[in-house]
């Protein structure tokens, strides 16, 4: 994200926007991040230092960033939607997949049994947890599924999703209906107290089985989450363009670019250059016009709102107005040609906006 005001002598041709941006935190100040991991370390060296157990220490540590992590959830949600899902189930699945992880280092690595290779949440690692943990993620990819179905990375993901959830319902069933103890082989799995229910299992050992579960599933999810950036757009363009097809609303998304400002940072003064359409995507603003050499706040623009597009029909205009922010503010920036483009498309101009602009006085 650019953290500059866009002036007269920014170039006409913009920098597109990176897929990755998207991952970026959009709520929280870096400052606030950096003492967040510092809280989080301290944490973890605290409980050591007492005796805690790992697990404990490790839970702790993850309670400072639930705060960031609800603000940009919420903040997905409002600019993409449903792709707010795949940041969840990211979040989730990146620390079900580590514990898979961790369990088979303690096993090839350390020599763990793997009946007692329980990875850091050990306290956590019963047959209940598990089932619903993974009928979580079952569920949540079949939501993916149905909001996302040209998604083919989904496809590819979800069959080992099922037959992971598959193996924990029926250890689930065997330790609730017959009190089998935890830990069991399940449906493939082979352990020292016998095989798994199909064949009677494969040989591997069920940290083994499950972490090739989780490897099948992980990385195609996370190609589809890739996948599926590549084809998502802020909602506010939606907003601005109703009429435009979901194919163009992407293909613009890709040919414009972000800028954020700071609370009392100016947008556009009146002489710089009206060679962009701004979209507010976040935040506020104020407009303000020059009467008789005072400030006056004549409107205020808020999400979905856009200003400067006059000004792209007229070679050489310029902002007649001041826009400041009032809030953290985020604005899309969209050059002549994609809004020409995107016009066409819609077959419907962009909305007017409440901002001046006037053709550059001749020398």
């Known amino acids: ?105 303690q096993v090839h690595i350390f020599g763990t049994p793997p009946a007692q290779a329980l990875a ?22 079949m939501v993916l599924l149905w909001k996302f179905p ?18 924990h319902t029926f250890l689930f069933f065997e330790h609730v209906a017959y009190g089998y103890p935890a830990g069991g082989p399940g449906l493939l799995a082979t352990n020292t107290n016998g095989g798994g229910a199909i064949g009677g299992g494969t040989g591997l050992n069920r940290p083994d089985l499950h972490w090739i579960y989780n490897t099948l599933y992980t990385i195609p999810f996370v190609t589809a989450l890739i996948w599926q950036l590549k084809r998502t757009y802020d909602e506010a363009l939606e907003e601005v363009f109703p009429e435009a097809p979901e194919s163009e609303l992407i293909a613009a998304s890709k040919h414009c670019e972000t800028f954020k400002y700071v609370p009392g940072e100016t947008v556009v003064a009146p002489g710089d250059l009206a060679h962009r359409l701004f979209i507010i995507t976040e935040g506020e603003a104020d407009v303000i016009d020059n009467q008789g050499g005072k400030e006056v706040v004549i409107g205020k623009l808020g999400h979905g709102k856009v200003f400067g597009e006059h000004g792209l029909a007229v070679p050489g205009a310029v902002h007649d107005k001041t826009i400041r922010a009032t809030t953290e503010l985020t604005v899309i920036a969209m050059d002549e040609a994609t809004l020409e483009h995107i016009e066409a498309a819609s077959h419907k101009p962009a909305p007017s906006t409440v901002v001046g602009t006037k053709p550059t006085p001749a020398v």
């Not at 935190?25 to 007492?50: C, E």
């Not at 940009?72 to 189930?89: C, N, Q, R």
């Open 1 to 105: 994200m650019k953290a500059v005001s866009p002036g007269p002598t920014a170039p006409d041709a913009l920098t597109p926007d990176s897929i990755w941006q998207r991952f970026n935190v959009h709520r929280v100040p870096p400052g606030k991040i950096v003492a967040t991991a510092f809280a989080s370390y301290l944490i973890v060296a605290l409980g050591w230092l007492s005796g805690a157990q790992l697990w404990v220490a490790f839970a702790l540590s993850l309670i400072p960033w639930i705060p960031i992590a609800f603000l940009e959830i919420d903040w997905t949600y409002k600019h993409y939607g449903y792709f707010a899902i795949f940041f969840v189930m990211a979040l989730v699945q990146a620390i079900h997949y580590s514990e898979h992880c961790i369990e088979v280092i």
């Open 150 to 167: 040209r998604n083919p990375w989904l496809w590819v993901a979800a069959p080992f999703q099922i037959f992971h959830q598959a193996e």
């Open 120 to 141: 850091i949440f050990s306290k956590l690692n019963v047959e209940g947890v598990h089932f619903f943990g993974d009928s979580f993620l079952s569920l949540g990819t």
